[in-house]
């Protein structure tokens, strides 16, 4: 699927941002070393990202292989210079009473996506390959479906993700930043479950918390549904129509060490949308009418990217580019603070054509 807006004759073609549902992921975020050498290695594979990836999804071509690959607000000064993308900045960290919604370090994001396994850890193994000497490790997550689409707390994840049409409308920018045309942001968050005092409530309190019933997946009636729960926190209205975003969430966890939890990832055309949801959740709408979720779930990685166009990344040369002063880091958002406005192709990596998977 191309976007075109305000693009005039330049046809940009989108990262595989809405690949279909799958059963296996990868998110891997790294840093960039310090030096023009490690930065030329990372310029350099943005042209190389879909041979590698063609290499990969031909030992499988029904598999679903789709591979997204993000850049933060700090990298995108050292590798690309201006123009940046309008909204791109640092994660905007949150704390509220015993809430936090942390920011972690993080230049470069991959989300790979495959119904197998093996085709995701071959395709994270070929990247590190290519950049590995460049760049440092901070978080790789490896995620899995659980029975039918439930994260690790028992309730169905991703019920009212935007389909057809509607996910292009959600997360490729068009006319407001034609520079960026067909681009996304994504904001990344690894969640731990206190699994142990999560069980001990009662299914109904669970239902209340979370704002639908476990089994079958319908959202309570508004009559018993409580403001605080985390369907209705994360709804965002504007001008009487809900703004929508993408997500792709997937359990994770290790059962020996007793980590139990879900990696959040939301696609979207503005950060802005995403950042008002976690304020709902961790500061509350209206203030202290917070997300009784987080009471068993705490945030322990928090990062914000920008998704270029294959186009872009495809067009990334070896020159060094324009050196920039990157903007300040967004102050912490406090309780009193007042809540923010929500306003194939040529790469080879994948489109927005296909099934759209639900969330």
């Not at 699927?1 to 305000?6: G, I, L």
């Not at 089994?215 to 965002?236: G, M, N, Q, R, W």
């Not at 997937?250 to 990832?265: K, L, N, Q, V």
């Not at 186009?311 to 809540?339: N, Y």
Request: include cysteine; charged fraction near 25%; charge should be negative.
């Amino acid at each position: 699927m191309t976007a075109s807006e305000a693009a005039g004759d330049v046809r940009a073609v989108a990262q595989p941002v809405s690949a279909p549902l799958t059963r296996a992921a990868i998110f891997m975020i790294v840093t960039v070393k310090p030096g023009p050498d490690h930065r030329a290695t990372v310029r350099s594979f943005c042209g190389d990202l879909p041979g590698l990836f063609r290499a990969v999804e031909f030992r499988d071509i029904e598999a679903s292989l789709s591979c997204v690959m993000a850049v933060g607000s700090d990298a995108w000064d050292r590798l690309f210079g201006p123009p940046r993308p309008k909204e791109l900045h640092p994660f905007r960290e949150i704390r509220a009473g015993g809430r936090h919604a942390v920011s972690t370090p993080g230049d470069l994001m991959f989300h790979i996506r495959a119904k197998r396994m093996d085709l995701c850890f071959e395709m994270a193994t070929q990247i590190m390959a290519r950049i590995g000497d460049a760049v440092s490790p901070v978080d790789e997550v490896h995620g899995f479906r659980y029975f039918d689409d439930r994260d690790l707390l028992g309730f169905v994840d991703g019920t009212e993700n935007p389909r057809g049409q509607a996910v292009i409308d959600a997360v490729l920018i068009g006319a407001e930043d034609p520079a960026f045309t067909a681009g996304s942001y994504v904001i990344v968050q690894k969640y731990l479950h206190d699994l142990d005092g999560w069980n001990a409530l009662p299914a109904e309190t669970q239902e209340r918390i979370i704002g639908r019933t476990k089994l079958s997946d319908i959202e309570l009636d508004d009559a018993v549904k409580p403001t605080s729960a985390h369907s209705e926190l994360t709804t965002i209205v504007e001008d009487g129509k809900e703004i929508k975003i993408l997500r792709d969430n997937m359990p994770f966890g290790r059962a020996a060490e007793g980590e139990f939890g879900t990696y959040f990832i939301g696609y979207s055309r503005s950060p802005r949308t995403i950042e008002q949801m976690l304020e709902n959740m961790f500061v509350g709408r209206p203030p202290g009418n917070y997300d009784r979720l987080l009471d068993f779930s705490r945030a322990v990685t928090g990062s914000l990217f920008f998704v270029p166009s294959a186009t872009f990344l495809e067009a990334v040369q070896d020159d060094e580019p324009e050196v920039v002063t990157p903007p300040a880091a967004p102050a912490a958002v406090e309780p009193s603070a007042s809540p923010a406005s929500p306003s194939d192709g040529s790469l080879g990596i994948g489109s927005l054509k296909g099934d759209i998977r639900h969330e």
